[in-house]
Antibody, heavy 116, light 113 residues
Framework: EVQLVESGGGLVQPGGSLRLSCAAS????????MSWVRQAPGKGLEWVAN????????YYVDSVKGRFTISRDNAKNSLYLQMNSLRAEDTAVYYC?????????WGQGTLVTVSS | DIVMTQSPDSLAVSLGERATINCKSS????????????LAWYQQKPGQPPKLLIH???TRESGVPDRFSGSGSGTDFTLTITSPQAEDVAVYYC?????????FGQGTKVEIK
């Protein structure tokens, strides 16, 4: 059974940093593109970033470029999102999801709250 | 960026009445080399992550009830729920994966009257 478990969310002050993790199991992690998708409270879905199977292609939505870094460790079956210079508008549930095309598998998400 | 616009924003249907959700993209998501529409539909229930229902505009994901169907091509797409059930109360999103950044529609909330 495919499992994606996010962790690392919490309350952080504006300008602060957080590192999110996504632990994957039940599938060959190293064979899949992976994405982060976020959802602000009561709002819709926003794709944040994705990373190729080998980590050699990475893309970001403009609003996080230069502040967020997606990475992966295939030996640990893990995906990461380093978030720096956080802003109030980054407050959201962050999901990791599998796939380059449609997102078949999703984790339960981890909540990031940016507030003073 | 490709803008995805869904209509309506919300929809109340009676049990057994057909529900139709529209999604329009600001540019075509049909890739001519393979004749595939790079368009997916998701269902999200409260407190849960999204669930993939349809990909390639009309291919139902394994295990998804056949009352859910997707249609359309190019820039105009439709998700149809024939004879909605109580468990279909949710928000539905379209999503284009034709290019980056990936983008989603704003969502359509489906309720049962």
């Amino acid at each position: 059974e495919v499992q994606l478990v996010e962790s690392g969310g919490g309350l952080v002050q504006p300008g602060g940093s957080l590192r999110l993790s996504c632990a994957a199991s039940g599938f060959t992690f190293s064979s899949y593109w992976m994405s982060w998708v976020r959802q602000a409270p009561g709002k819709g879905l926003e794709w944040v970033a994705n990373i190729k199977e080998d980590g050699n292609e990475i893309y970001y939505v403009d609003s996080v470029k230069g502040r967020f870094t997606i990475s992966r460790d295939n030996a640990k079956n893990s995906l990461y999102l380093q978030m720096n210079s956080l802003r109030a508008e980054d407050t959201a549930v962050y999901y990791c999801a599998t796939g380059w095309a449609a997102f078949l598998n999703w984790g339960q998400g981890t909540l990031v709250t940016v507030s003073s | 960026d490709i803008v995805m616009t869904q209509s309506p924003d919300s929809l109340a249907v009676s049990l057994g009445e057909r529900a139709t959700i529209n999604c329009k993209s600001s540019q075509s998501v049909l890739y001519s080399s393979n004749n595939k529409n790079y368009l997916a539909w998701y269902q999200q229930k409260p407190g849960q992550p999204p669930k993939l229902l349809i990909h390639w505009a009309s291919t139902r994901e394994s295990g998804v009830p056949d009352r859910f169907s997707g249609s359309g091509s190019g820039t105009d797409f439709t998700l149809t729920i024939t004879s909605p059930q109580a468990e279909d109360v949710a928000v539905y999103y379209c999503h284009q994966y034709y290019n980056t950044p990936r983008t989603f529609g704003q969502g359509t909330k489906v309720e049962i009257k």
